[in-house]
């Protein structure tokens, strides 16, 4: 025990992480912000009857998401480890609940090949917004641009490997020189981009119809799929479930409130998501578009609607910009999952390690890179890898990681170890608030998760 101690404080003091609390929040809010935000959210929720599907999301976050993502941070800090370390070290020897953290690792692998993918139109597209080769107001000339950048595995493989060279470089400097400094100077130009396009897209002559789009409920559209669907965005936003919030938990300041930071980045993140569903629908219908296009909404209606207005290039420019600048922090947060694991369990140099996660990914991910040409008829469970590996993470091992993780908080580590840890030792009075979230975690979330994956899942 003594022994054990003594290294765990060394292996504190040698360990990088954030140095400032905005440093932290930053760093986590990039986690969260991302594509999930810009393109899932506003197509999800355009497919899935507007407010209705808002609703459910919204009590999945609070329901779900608040105490999933609590309990990660909190594990993260108490064991300064990567996702399976802090585990091994909390759990009782023996017990398996390390392999939350290995199929974390291995989430990482599937989330990060179509996400790079998705991130690779994104950075092709700021650069054709600026060239203005994609600017036509005719939906069918942007989805002629579109079909023909997927179709090409040349392109595709490209920018998909500039996408992860990209990355790779920031992760190279570090947690503090590298994450923590690039997401301190993306976030603030995000949040004003976004502010931006959306009073624009509120000016413009019929955008009340895309805000009650937004806003009115539809009920009848709600099913065991849509609940499901719903949970799996609420998962894939806050980056939870999968061992990506012990890692950045693991770099949090000991000082930090993590309750209070963690309500914080849900609220920027929900912030985020509504201005983009209102930077987009109100433009979307005040053009006369369909708001249920599916994934293509960003890169084939969006590029036609910017069309469709005054100084339209320009704010197409911005918005490629601020969705690159999104897919760039949650990127950094899923690749240091891998990343830490190999070189806090591994001894692996944190320089091997990076260059060993994009080799690895650039294989993975070329199968999805080429979803959309060369393997665009290989499919399993009749989906292609982009839409299974998507799939796959979001409804079943991000939410099945939940459930763990929950339990574990729930009846392993049990209250007076979480009450220690989310007082910061005392220093916080929050024993109420802990109490009504130590019972959520142990009975709420993990019932709750489970019925909506069996019943979304068809089991009943
Ligand atoms: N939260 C990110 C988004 O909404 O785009 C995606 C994500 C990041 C998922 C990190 C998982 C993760 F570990």
């Known amino acids: 025990m003594t022994q054990q101690n003594t290294t765990t404080s060394s292996a504190k003091l040698a360990r990088d992480g954030f140095t400032s609390s905005f440093g932290v929040l930053a760093a986590t809010l990039g986690s969260a912000v991302g594509l999930g935000n810009i393109w899932k959210f506003p197509y999800l929720t355009g497919a899935n009857g507007g407010a209705s599907f808002l609703l459910v999301y919204l009590l999945a976050t609070l329901l779900v998401g608040l105490p999933v993502m609590i309990s990660e941070i909190m594990l993260g800090r108490a064991a300064k480890r990567d996702a399976v370390s802090s585990l091994k070290i909390l759990a009782p020897a023996g017990q398996p609940w390390w392999l939350i953290g290995a199929f974390g690792v291995l989430a990482a692998f599937l989330i990060m090949s179509f996400y790079s993918e998705v991130a690779a139109w994104v950075f092709a597209y700021v650069f054709k917004a600026m060239g203005g080769s994609i600017l036509s107001s005719d939906p069918a000339v942007t989805s002629a641009a579109f079909a023909a950048l997927v179709a090409d595995p040349v392109q595709s493989l490209l920018w998909q490997w500039g996408v992860l060279l990209f990355i790779g470089g920031i992760l190279l400097l570090g947690v503090s020189k590298g994450i923590e400094a690039v997401t301190k100077k993306l976030m603030p130009v995000l949040f004003l981009l976004l502010i931006v396009l959306g009073v624009r897209s509120l000016m413009l002559p019929g955008a009340a119809q895309g805000l009650s789009f937004l806003f009115t409920p539809d009920f009848s559209k709600i099913t065991a799929g849509v609940v499901l669907t719903a949970m799996g965005l609420a998962f894939f936003k806050l980056s939870i479930g999968m061992g990506t919030m012990i890692t950045y938990g693991s770099y949090f300041k000991d000082d930090q409130n993590i309750p209070l930071t963690t309500l914080r980045v849900m609220g920027a993140d929900l912030f985020v998501s509504m201005l983009a569903g209102i930077a987009i629908f109100p433009a979307v219908f005040s053009f006369g578009f369909e708001p249920a296009a599916g994934p293509s909404l960003v890169f084939i209606t969006i590029p036609a609607v910017f069309a469709s207005m005054p100084f339209g290039h320009v704010f197409m420019v911005l918005f490629f910009v601020l ?3 999104a897919a760039t922090g949650a990127m950094l947060s899923i690749l240091e999952v891998p990343v830490s694991v190999m070189v806090g369990r591994f001894g692996v140099s944190r320089p091997r390690a990076v260059l060993f996660t994009l080799l690895l990914l650039a294989a993975i991910g070329s199968t999805c890179a080429l979803s959309g040409s ?26 099945a990681g939940g459930i763990a993780l929950c339990l574990f908080v729930g009846w392993v580590w049990g209250f007076d170890r979480m009450r220690d840890a989310l007082s910061n030792h005392g220093q916080l009075q929050n024993e109420g608030l802990l109490r009504a979230l130590f019972f959520v975690i142990r009975y709420v979330t993990p019932l709750l998760v489970l019925l909506v994956m069996l019943s979304g899942l068809g089991v009943f």
Do not use: C
Not at 380 to 397: A, Q, R, T, W, Y
């Open 374 to 399: 060369l393997l665009a008829d290989f499919k399993l469970f009749g989906l292609n890898m982009f839409d299974l590996f998507d799939e796959v993470s979001s409804k079943l091992i991000m939410p």
């Open 323 to 325: 969705t690159a600048i």
